[in-house]
Nanobody, 127 residues
Framework: QVQLEEFGGGLVQSGGSLRISCTVSGSTVGNYAMGWFRQAPGREREFVAVISRNGRQTLYAGPVRGRFTISRGDAENTLSLRMNVLRPGDTAVYFC????????????????????WGRGTQVTVSS
């Protein structure tokens, strides 16, 4: 059973940076496409970014493109999200997600595409 756990969330001022990470246990992360989603109060969970199983392809949601960078460390079974130029609108609980894939693609941007989820980490951006 794949288990995901996020860490590194916190409070940051607008314009600041933060890095959140996710550790994977129970399986080898190299067989999985990995994604980040976020959910703000009263809103649906939304796609943030995805990285292919080989780490060579990435896809970002429009509001974060150019500010956020997704990366993976397969030797450590980890996934990370570097967030720069944070805005109050980025405030949300951030979730990592995984799905086993046979090909190194990044076509997984719906929450329904992912069977495995972490419990989330809170990121709060103050104005």
């Amino acid at each position: 059973q794949v288990q995901l756990e996020e860490f590194g969330g916190g409070l940051v001022q607008s314009g600041g940076s933060l890095r959140i990470s996710c550790t994977v246990s129970g399986s080898t992360v190299g067989n999985y496409a990995m994604g980040w989603f976020r959910q703000a109060p009263g809103r649906e969970r939304e796609f943030v970014a995805v990285i292919s199983r080989n780490g060579r392809q990435t896809l970002y949601a429009g509001p974060v493109r150019g500010r956020f960078t997704i990366s993976r460390g397969d030797a450590e079974n980890t996934l990370s999200l570097r967030m720069n130029v944070l805005r109050p609108g980025d405030t949300a609980v951030y979730f990592c997600a995984a799905r086993e894939t046979g090909a190194p693609d990044v076509k997984y941007f719906r929450k329904e595409d992912y069977p495995y989820w972490g419990r989330g980490t809170q990121v709060t951006v103050s104005s």
